[in-house]
């Protein structure tokens, strides 16, 4: 936001300038990486811009990068802990790839 220049005036300028901008309401938004792994915003602000056609989008919130458990990871924990696949890569997913830690949480329960 530009210094002295209240949010009403500065909607008012980008509308001449042919700029909309609309807020859209999210819960969660997440971002696929090609090399696998993703980046997921938590309790985002999610802005959608449109200039001449052309959408945009300006996300901020909370940043956790997720990994993608490797298939042997997921093989592992299923064995030793005896459960579904779904159960393993969530296990995986919340101890942040830890196997031994999935496993443990797993037998907990």
């Not at 936001?1 to 700029?19: E, H, L, R, Y």
Request: proline share 3%.
């Amino acid at each position: 936001m530009m210094p002295g220049m209240d949010p009403k005036g500065m909607a008012k300028m980008m509308a001449q300038m042919g700029i909309k901008t609309e807020e859209i309401e999210s819960t969660r938004v997440t971002i696929e990486l090609k090399e696998g792994g993703r980046l997921v915003v938590f309790e985002p602000q999610v802005v959608q811009i449109d200039m001449k056609g052309q959408k945009s989008f300006q996300i901020s919130g909370k940043v956790t990068e997720d990994q993608e458990a490797g298939e042997d990871d997921i093989k592992m924990v299923m064995e030793a802990a005896k459960c579904s696949r779904e159960e393993a890569v969530n296990a995986l997913r919340e101890t942040g790839g830890n196997i031994a830690e999935a496993i443990l949480r797993l037998e907990e329960e």
